[in-house]
């Protein structure tokens, strides 16, 4: 469980990039963080990568506690963490296979298993055939697909996507939303942060809006969080029609 107490991050003095932020998410919840430009969802996002350390409050993640887990522990506490980006951040020089098992080599895992996991990670993705493209032969959507298999590959307990479909048309931003959603069914819980809310709407997820640094609504999933939707994005209020059925 992830659960956040009266979380605030002062940048400066009385420059709080986030505050008095409480929450908690649990095993397979699929969350969609959401708020204006400079709303704090970086901020938040970087806390829950234990990136940064909060100023105020308690951060918890499987029971450990962000700021006083020990330097030694970070990257055992990192690795239970899948983070997924913008701008994917694949390497060039290496096939979209070894861009995800990169990732277990460093964990020591054996090769078997690693290859097991590789090939489960691709396949969930729907990339299955295609782990000898270099990163450059592939679409930009298959680019995030690679991006999101490695970030599930080591079977984390909080996968973190910060604006995962920024740079994606449409079609492909629904594909990573849905696949997030199946990380999620899985048992993982999973936080997106988007400005997406025409595509973040269609999956009915529970939504968090941040406003000025502050938690302004935990919308719970379903129909709720369309009002919540409404007032923090007036543009995106109306039905969408997609005929999709995700
Ligand atoms: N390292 C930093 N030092 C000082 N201020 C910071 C730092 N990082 C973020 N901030 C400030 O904290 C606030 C929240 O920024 P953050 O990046 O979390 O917003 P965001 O919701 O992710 O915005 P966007 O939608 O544009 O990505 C902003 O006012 C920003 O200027
Ligand atoms: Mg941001």
């Known amino acids: 469980m992830i659960s956040l107490n009266k979380v605030g991050k002062e940048f400066r003095r009385d420059r709080w990039g986030v505050k008095d932020i409480s929450f908690t998410i649990d095993k397979g919840e699929f969350v969609v963080l959401t708020g204006p430009s400079g709303a704090g969802k970086t901020t938040l996002m970087k806390l829950l990568s234990f990136e940064q350390q909060p100023s105020t409050g308690e951060l918890l993640l499987e029971g450990r506690a962000n700021g006083r887990v020990k330097k030694r522990e970070l990257p055992y506490v990192r690795r239970r963490i899948g983070v997924v980006f913008q701008d994917f951040r694949l390497l060039p020089d290496r096939t979209a296979y070894e861009n995800v098992a990169f990732v277990l080599r460093a964990t020591g895992a054996g090769r078997k298993g690693l290859h ?6 691709l396949a969930l993705v729907g990339l299955s055939g295609r782990g000898d493209a270099m990163p ?6 298959e680019q995030q697909r ?3 298999a490695r970030a599930i ?6 996968v973190l996507a910060d604006e995962p479909t920024g740079n994606l048309d449409d079609d492909n931003k629904r594909e990573v939303f849905k696949i997030l959603r199946k990380v999620a069914a899985g048992g993982t819980a999973v936080l997106v942060a988007t400005h997406d809310l025409n595509v973040a709407r269609e999956f009915r997820a529970r939504t968090l809006i941040l406003d000025k640094g502050r938690l302004v609504k935990d919308a719970p999933a379903g129909s709720e969080s369309e009002a919540a939707l409404a007032a923090v994005a007036p543009h995106v209020s109306r039905p969408v ?3 999709m059925n995700v």
């Open 153 to 158: 590959v080591s079977d984390p307990f909080l």
């Open 146 to 148: 690679i991006g999101l």
């Open 136 to 141: 450059s032969e592939l679409s930009g959507g």
């Open 241 to 243: 029609r997609t005929g």
């Open 116 to 121: 097991r996991r590789v090939v489960r990670a």
